[in-house]
């Protein structure tokens, strides 16, 4: 639904699919430090839904924010970059 309202027209049918992975991509981006906006919002959510504290839901990725996304990426097998995408964000729902 979140975005949606940025115009990714896709469907809302609780799959966060390939077009929901490309929306992500799109409206935005890789989140890593020093981003900022909704998407680091819902991606703190998330990072504190399954069990790492981003410190804080602030809509700004700090050292927090990366130090929960590299183990969130490590508990998945993948490179800790401290980087949130579309496909990881696919792989968590």
Do not use: H, M
């Amino acid at each position: 639904t979140e975005l949606n309202a940025y115009g990714a027209g896709i469907s809302v049918d609780a799959d966060f699919g390939s077009g929901s992975s490309a929306a992500w991509n799109k409206y935005f981006g890789s989140l890593k430090s020093g981003s900022r906006g909704i998407g680091v919002t819902l991606a703190q959510c998330l990072l504190v839904g399954f069990g790492y504290n981003p410190n804080g839901i602030d809509g700004i990725a700090g050292n927090g924010f990366k130090n929960a996304t590299n183990q969130l990426l490590k508990s998945l097998g993948l490179t800790q970059n401290g980087t949130i995408t579309g496909s990881v964000v696919a792989k968590l729902l």
